[in-house]
């Protein structure tokens, strides 16, 4: 059997959706491309993606869960390759205070969303 598959989405919970839409169209320039409501209000799923990407990050929201979410030591985090200016862009996540961890000596840095969900942010490949 030969098995042919593509990541489709990620799943991450948070606290707050439109903090963490805007969190993620600022530092990411990720677009909304699609919304599930539950009809009783007891959830919503936002999908975010980039342009001409079919991988989306999926955004839900709970209504009935109380406190933040157990991330554990975060060593799970999403992984975003930047195709522009390097520099820039850590410019703009210094600017925006969301640069929570560096190891230069790898050339690469971690950004964390309103719910302390870690980015690893890196260069683009020669």
Do not use: Q
């Not at 993606?49 to 554990?72: C, I, K, M, Q």
């Not at 195709?83 to 640069?99: A, F, P, Q, S, T």
């Not at 964390?112 to 890196?122: A, C, G, K, T």
């Amino acid at each position: 059997m030969d098995i042919k598959m593509h990541f489709d989405h990620f799943n991450i919970n948070v606290m707050d959706l439109d903090a963490s839409v805007k969190f993620y169209r600022e530092n990411l320039g990720l677009e909304e491309v699609g919304e599930i409501p539950a009809a009783d209000g007891s959830f919503i799923i936002k999908y975010l993606s980039s342009p001409g990407n079919d991988f989306r990050l999926e955004l839900t929201w709970l209504r009935d869960h109380e406190g933040p979410y157990e991330l554990g030591e975060n060593e799970s985090h999403l992984a975003l390759r930047f195709d522009g200016d390097y520099d820039e862009i850590h410019e703009l996540h210094k600017r925006n205070g969301v640069i929570c961890y560096e190891n230069p000596s790898m050339g690469i840095y971690f950004i964390h969303d309103p719910d302390d969900y870690w980015i690893e942010i890196l260069r683009k490949k020669n």
